[in-house]
């Protein structure tokens, strides 16, 4: 067995070597395994390693760690003191440089360290925040939610008009294409004209679409640079009312709605529970079990949006946010199903304060490859015994899986533009979590630590994730299993806020539990009566008076 060494890091090879008797013959068995000296990773895992390699005896296990724990010490030590000592024998010599030593030593040094990096500016953005943080908290909160709707509503009014041109077009050209393939039968067109007209469709079809997203791109471009701009020129009088650089339009088009959606008052299937976990410092939490469209946490209804948005800006520069787990497959295209509906909503109105979520998606593509390079390189070298092991079609599917993304990968995305959300976890998940005996151990299930672990580490407070691992009813999720479901993501989910107290970082105040919508009133009871049993539900303590 050889554990190499990471390219970033200088080591050298050394040789451990650990005998231990057999219990039926008198000679010893001796174990030689090269170990690359400083070792990186975790001397106990490899002891794991190299029983699960030889299939050495358990009676061996504590041994073999202290040992190889106490060689990889002593070696690591060797090692710095030879380097040390190369470093001064060769800093002795007439030739060495000792300024350009000092160079190397002052860059790095401001390069990793603020106390000496060089002094620089605010950048922009950083005072855009700042400066957007301030208003919202003043009363030109208002008039700034009036400015962002009145941009929506002129977005709307484009998209729409987009919507109606395009189905007029495709229409036009699904007549055209019927009269032909008549003509066909009656020999009075030909295969090459049927194909070469439907060339022209689709050339005429992508014309059209990339003339409106050109309209749509620029218009968006435009109110973003003149919002931003009308915000920096207010940041001296925040505490006066803003007056609206859209006039009387912006308040016309924000306070005359009448249409409110049927949906204002929540859904109608919730309960909410208040709970306590820790061993000695307890938490309390706020949990919450609803069953909605997982897209009415980022849709703005239809009528006034000042209640939505209203949370959204003032949480929006601050260390309360609020996160939405949305599950996606291992495409990022993001053209099909809950994540071309998704990117439809971000699409409609424009984001004032971070980048396209189309330019988002761009940008994590090309993270992707790194990542997926990674692990196709240490996917042999992590368990080459248990590689071997598998079948050749196994090793086939191990391998195709490190082309592309994997259940229970993560990547996220950031908006201001959503109705309860600022950041949104794209969890991976194929058809694998319609199975009905996953256990604590599936990649969803790890996922779902990866996305509480990073919520407690960047200020997510509040944060929405799927029970069921599932965002519409299907055929195989009976009664049974839907309630074996629920009860492991809770357990594992409880498993995991109580290991994240030791993670630091904020608390995880609001936690929603999200069921599809359209599952059955007696369903759902049964798996909000779960939770109370599964977590440590905050109950008052009654005392009554003998007087």
Known sequence: MRTDCSEQFYCTSKT???????????????????????????????????????????YIERDLESALSK????????????????????????????????????????????????????????????????????????????????HAQAVAEITNERDVTVASLTAHQSDEMSRAVDGLSQSCTTEEQINELARAHLDQLNLEHAKWDSQLDGMKEAQKRHYRHWVMERQTSATTPLSSPLGSLSSKTFLDNSDVGLDSAGPA????????????????????????????????????????????????YSNDLCGIVLLTDVHLSGYTGVSKEFIEICESSTEFHFAPVDDQLEKVKATIKDGVAWRRKHMMQDSPQQFLNLTSTEQ????????????????????????????????????SVRSNDINSRHPAILGLRNILKTACSNDITTITLPLLLMHEMTEEMTVNWCTKRAELVFKCVKGF???????????????????????????????????????????????????
């Open 16 to 58: 451990f070597e650990f005998r231990y008797p057999m219990l039926s013959r008198p000679d010893e068995y001796v174990l030689q395994i090269p170990v690359d000296i400083p070792y990186q990773g975790s001397a106990l895992e490899l002891a794991q390693r190299i029983l699960n390699s030889f299939q050495l005896p358990a």
């Open 497 to 547: 806020m109580i290991e994240m107290a030791s993670w630091g970082g904020s608390d995880l105040k609001n936690l929603q539990f999200l069921v599809p919508k359209g599952i059955s009133e007696d369903v759902f009871a049964s798996l909000a009566t779960m939770l109370p049993s599964i977590f440590r539900v905050s109950n008052p303590l009654v005392l009554k008076s003998m007087a």
């Open 269 to 316: 299937l919730q309960e909410s529970f208040t709970i306590h976990l820790g061993s000695q410092m307890k938490q309390m939490h706020n949990i919450r079990v609803l069953s909605t469209d997982i897209m009415d946490f980022c849709r703005l209804k239809s009528g006034d949006p000042q209640p939505q948005r209203l949370q959204t800006a003032l949480g929006l």
């Open 396 to 431: 086939q599917s191990r391998r195709s899986s490190t082309k592309n993304l994997q259940t229970g990968d993560v990547y996220l995305t950031h908006h201001s533009n959503l109705a309860e959300v600022h950041v949104v976890f794209h969890m991976v998940c194929t058809d």
């Open 71 to 150: 060689f990889i010490e002593n070696e690591t030590i060797n090692f710095y003191d030879e380097e040390a000592e190369k470093a001064i024998e060769e800093s002795m010599k007439p030739d060495y440089d000792v300024e350009d030593v000092i160079k190397v030593w002052e860059k790095a040094y401001k390069e990793n360290t603020v106390e000496f990096g060089d002094k620089c500016g605010t950048e922009d953005r950083e005072v855009f925040a700042a400066v957007y943080h301030k208003l919202v908290h003043s009363p030109a909160l208002e008039t700034i939610l009036q400015v962002e709707h009145a």
